[in-house]
């Protein structure tokens, strides 16, 4: 066959551009050679509508032990009762655990999207807000914090049969005790969507919701650095406490009722390819290796957290518990939007994302703020020591947003600094 040189000349390309970049978006990750083995195998091939060792196919004999090997590991990676990782991606899994708690017209409760919150969270243009009624929790102006009281009298009033707790850009660690006795109240589910902190709380630097919520999704790919991809657990002692039933009016154990919503729920055959490359992604976490990875990941993002604050910024709740940061950007420079920010950035091979501060004044299209998360450069090598230095190269574009020398220069001192972090390192 000819070998489709288009493809793989934009292929070249995108890899050269991640290797000359410094990645600051906070939910994007680099994976290491052997995923991107796991994930271009004959994997690809095989159909395994079903679940290990219950299939509607033959021949799973083989995939069969790369997803119960990805289970296991996931398990024991999160301490966790039980796991699916078949979901395609992060919002397939919430999509999943909304079908198989709710009946379309219920109400749910998850973080306001302009407050941090994720699409798949209850945005009308998403199915979760199409198909069931959301009510929101927000946090508060001058702390940016979330604020329990009120979401504990939003939850007694509106009554959702399922809280969701979990953001795309909150910078602080969640009370999941606190929202477990607010669900208890009304007798709801407590799910927490930790796609973003998934790594840091898998080693026990942020507070475990599995300890006390039903259920947990996440994606493989952000701090997790796996493939791109979702997943669905149980912690302990959770199995359905109110005695949710399907639509036909049976009770089922909630790992039941979550691997039917899965499939045939919202998704057909899995994608065992990007399951086996899952498999080694809980594999490496499980290492001493990757406990260093995340532990210098959050010392990264403290350590530049503070370096925007003594440039100026301000960000949002004063810093970050996390992996990641949003700055507020009207604090220095209130007529710059983080669009521009955002575009200007790309042009020196910064890469970040424009995103909403709470109580945005400026459009989702405009917005006033910047998300920042150290999970990628953090795979590159860098420690602290460069955080200030990183720092300083989008303060010089910023401040001097429309000058071409300025974003050539930072480009130029860009790129030399990629050159001495290597994108696979192994
Ligand atoms: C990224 C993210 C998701 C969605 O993940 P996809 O794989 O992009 O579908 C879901 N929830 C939260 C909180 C996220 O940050």
Redesign the pocket.
Known sequence: MIRDEKVFDLIAQERARQMNSIVLIA?ENFVSYQFLEAMGSVMTNKYAEGYPGKRYYGGCQIVDQTEQLAIDRAKELFNAEWANVQPH????A?MAVLMAVLKPGDVFMGLDLSHGG?L?HGSPVNSSGILYRTVAYRVEAETGLINYDKMEETALRERPKLIIA???AYSRDWDYARMRKIADQIHAILMA?I??PAGLIAKGLLNDPLKHCHIVTT?T??TLRGP?G?MIMIGKDFENPWGLKTLKGETKMMSALLDSAVFPGVQGGPLEHVIASKAVAFGEALTETYMNYVIQVKKNAAVMSQAFVDKGYHVISGGTDNHLMLIDLRSKFPEITGKVVENTLVKADITVNKNMVPFDSRSPFQTSGLRVGTPAITTRGFKEDKMPVIVDLIDQVISKIDSEEVILAVKKKVNELMRDYPLFAD
């Open positions: 939910s991606s992060g919002a397939q919430n994720h798949s979990g953001a795309s969507d796609a973003h994606t790919h952000k791109r979702g």
